[in-house]
């Protein structure tokens, strides 16, 4: 299984569908709009494209990392894992608020 061992890249993303329904319940939950929450993300995606070992942790015992943004009110976590086709690539699971 892809990114199950060795190193940890992410040179592009995919929007998973349940990623797209956890950014509707985060719009709702929090106020932020589509511009906030994309102008966060961007920053959390271009720290991963370079270094994504050293923004994204590994939840253990699974296929799947976690990554949070370092500014804005609230904080966002997102939940990605590599792709099986292009393990390259990675797919973006869901957002949510960090408490």
């Known amino acids: 299984m892809a990114g199950t061992s060795g190193e940890f890249l ?8 349940e990623f797209e329904e956890s950014k509707d319940e985060l719009k709702r939950s929090t106020g932020l709009t ?10 959390l995606l271009w ?18 990392w ?5 500014r ?6 997102i939940f990605l894992r590599p792709r ?3 393990p390259t690539e990675c797919e973006l699971m869901w957002i949510e608020e960090r408490f």
């Open 10 to 17: 992410c040179e592009g993303f995919v929007e998973t569908r």
């Open 34 to 43: 589509d511009r906030q929450i994309d102008f966060r993300l961007e920053g």
């Open 47 to 64: 720290a991963l494209r370079r270094e994504p070992a050293f923004v994204a942790e590994r939840i253990p015992n699974r296929n799947l």
């Open 66 to 70: 976690v990554a949070t943004t370092n």
């Open 72 to 77: 804005g009110v609230p904080l966002l976590r």
């Open 84 to 86: 099986e086709e292009r």
